[in-house]
Nanobody, 124 residues
Framework: EVQLAESGGGLVQAGGSLRLSCAAS???????IAWFRQTTGGEREGVSC????????YYADSVKGRFTVFSDDAKPIVYLQMNSLMPEDTAEYYC??????????????????WGQGTQVTVSS
């Protein structure tokens, strides 16, 4: 059974950093992991993506230069390092997987397997 397990959310002051982790298990095919975020009543926004096929990455303009997505070669974990956090980064963050996906953009409909979500709160 394929599964995603997230960890690493929490409360941080503006300007601070957090690292989210998305551990994948049960995958026997190449895939990409994307990070999405959603505020209460808001739309789900794709913020970053990492492809295990070629290591390609993608960042939304809202996080470019502040967030970094990378993988641990030794473990099937994709991380989202979030620096210079701002109150507007406050949201529930989800990781999701898409099979055989290159991260030239984030197409929501391609991501069918989702983690449980983790809350990130940035105080001003």
């Amino acid at each position: 059974e394929v599964q995603l397990a997230e960890s690493g959310g929490g409360l941080v002051q503006a300007g601070g950093s957090l690292r989210l982790s998305c551990a994948a298990s049960g995958f026997d095919f190449d895939y990409a992991i994307a990070w999405f975020r959603q505020t209460t009543g808001g739309e789900r926004e794709g913020v970053s993506c990492f492809s295990t096929i070629d290591g390609s990455t993608y960042y939304a303009d809202s996080v470019k230069g502040r967030f970094t997505v990378f993988s641990d070669d030794a473990k099937p974990i994709v991380y989202l390092q979030m620096n210079s956090l701002m109150p507007e980064d406050t949201a529930e963050y989800y990781c999701a997987a898409a099979p055989h996906y290159y991260c030239t953009s984030i197409v929501l409909s391609r991501f069918r397997l989702w983690g449980q979500g983790t809350q990130v709160t940035v105080s001003s």
